[in-house]
């Protein structure tokens, strides 16, 4: 008997979609939007679509590529 591991969908994605990419990129353009302009508003207008994008990717998509069966193992 073999353990099966679990399925990742992110395995399928290239390097500069993964997790810590994701979360790097957001991270980033978020702090560089308060670090260049210094404008709370701006700054804000900035994350709630990062966040978003950074939520959806992160929480929603792994969690539908999972459910979907689409990665599953065809043995």
Known sequence: MSEQKPISPWNYKPWWCQPWSIVLTGVTL??????????????????????????FFL?????????????????
């Not at 560089?32 to 966040?51: D, E, M, N, Q, R």
């Not at 929480?59 to 043995?75: C, F, Q, T």
């Open 59 to 75: 929480l929603i998509w792994p969690k539908l590529m999972i459910s979907s069966g689409v990665l599953e193992d065809k043995n």
């Open 30 to 55: 978020i702090s560089g939007s308060w670090l260049i302009f210094k404008i709370i508003w701006l700054t804000i207008l900035v994350a709630i679509p990062l966040l978003i994008w950074m939520g």
